[in-house]
């Protein structure tokens, strides 16, 4: 055990550096909000369609690159210019091009166009949660908590405790004692954000604590879902990292997986309640 946790901590210095780095970007774009945080969410996303095009396009991809990323940056107009249901007709009609485009290259029309249509879908989804009904900016905030903590408990207990594997053909790495760890560490992130935004001001009234729990619980669990889907489309393409960009994280789309994944979902979450405030930020 010693042993481990020696070589964990000895490979953490520049995981750690780049992830703080990371994280302070993150955080003082989603403080600024408005088109600062847009063009920051589009630029990522621009990002990791530039890896998902090149591990998904085995002949030419030129033309499918450049149609994905109008894509990208057609559905951020849309969403600046008019609304989220524009820029998800724009995702639509875009994705349909990007299987064309694929379809021209002979390429897997199907495969690149999913990819392209899921991180469209985050990006316009991550848009609208930021500027939803007054809450957004507490929203983002709680999201980027519990995926995070997630990502890092999942990695420090499953690195130094082993043990058995959740999906050994997916990803050998990941094991049942990182999941939960990851869990554990995503249910404190998510409550102690939550007491943070209250201390601070960010939140009026101090939400329901049990209701945080539970909605990290199952934003935990998705997000761990959506790092595993992410794993398998690598090992698919038999590819480690989608990049290389990160020191000690690989690229963009090994970074934002768990990110990608939850988004869509918890922006529907927050549709079908009628607003965060009713999901998340309702009084105790």
């Known amino acids: 055990m010693a042993a481990a946790t020696n070589r964990v901590w000895s490979s953490l210095g520049r995981r750690l550096v780049i992830g703080v780095i990371l994280a302070i970007c993150a955080l003082v774009a989603v403080e600024a909000g408005g088109f600062a945080f847009l063009a920051v969410v589009t630029a990522l996303t621009a990002i990791v369609i530039f890896e998902w095009i090149r591990m998904s396009c085995r002949h030419r991809s030129l033309g499918t690159l450049a149609v994905s990323v109008a894509v990208a940056l057609a559905s951020s107009v849309v969403f600046a210019l008019w609304d989220a249901e524009w820029a998800l007709i724009a995702v639509a009609i875009g994705t ?24 469209t879908l985050s990006l316009v989804s991550t848009n609208w949660l930021r500027v939803e009904n007054g809450s957004g900016l507490a929203t983002i905030y709680w999201l ?48 102690g954000l939550t007491l943070l935004l209250s201390a601070v001001d960010v ?29 398998s489309v690598k090992r698919h393409f038999g590819v480690k990292d989608s990049g290389a960009w990160l020191p000690g994280h690989g690229g963009a789309l090994d970074r934002l997986d768990s990110l990608i994944f939850v988004t869509p979902i918890l922006a529907l979450a927050v549709l079908l309640a009628g607003g965060s405030a009713r999901l998340l930020w309702a009084g105790g």
């Open 96 to 119: 349909v091009l990007v299987g064309l485009a694929a379809k021209f290259e002979n390429n897997n029309p199907f495969l690149v166009a999913a990819g392209i249509a899921v991180f």
């Open 144 to 191: 980027f908590a519990v995926v995070w903590a997630t990502d890092s408990g999942a990695y420090l207990i499953g690195s130094i405790i082993g043990g058995a594997r959740v999906a050994p053909r997916i990803s050998p790495g990941k094991t049942w004692a990182g999941a939960i760890g990851g869990l554990a560490a995503g249910i404190f992130g998510g409550i």
């Open 203 to 231: 939140l009026k009234a101090m939400p329901d604590l049990a209701i945080i729990a539970a909605a990290s619980v199952l934003l935990s669990v998705v997000a761990q879902f959506g790092d595993l889907a992410e794993s």
